[in-house]
């Protein structure tokens, strides 16, 4: 998004303004909006109308001079490729790991549990034995089902890049927006 917003300071006014205030209000709601919705587990609906007001800018414009021409190639490739990271973050807001791990992880938990129970040796050398495994299994465990679903619940991935690229390149003076935002 920095590349992006910086190439549209090579195209000449009105266009410029246009793209750079449309680019600013797609940064903006994806950290403030968009991002608390994916927390809840919803696609965000409003990226894609913003978005599609940046590529119909885009489309509109002409280039005049082959400055212009190389420039607007360069900002159709970048804006193709955000649009591209875009759509693979949220068509993986409600993806989580297969059942089929989640199978895995039980049987191979189970598998353990039963090789220590079969093993022949004093009772607390059992239990103790037990009880580590069944805690280092437990944490894993527990630790596969927070990182489950990336952009959903408290440890997600959080829009921490694009709050710096707003904040260092595109914020004229607005206040400066961080993680969490939308939630305070």
Known sequence: MSALYRDFSGYPQPVRRQLQD???EY???TIQEGWA???EGIVPTGEPE???LIAKILLAFEPSTEKEKIIHAETLRQNAHRIELSRSRMSNVTL???TVLWWVV???ALLNIVLIWMQDMEIHVHLILGAVLASILGVVIFLIAELDKPFRGRVSIGPDSIALVY???MRTD????QRGDATR
Do not use: D, K, M
């Open 27 to 29: 940064a903006r709601y």
């Open 96 to 98: 989580g790991l297969p």
């Open 174 to 177: 607005e206040p400066t927006l």
């Open 50 to 52: 913003r978005s599609g």
């Open 167 to 169: 904040n260092a390149v």
């Open 37 to 39: 919705q994916q927390r």
């Open 106 to 108: 039980g049987f191979c």
């Open 22 to 24: 449309a680019l600013r």
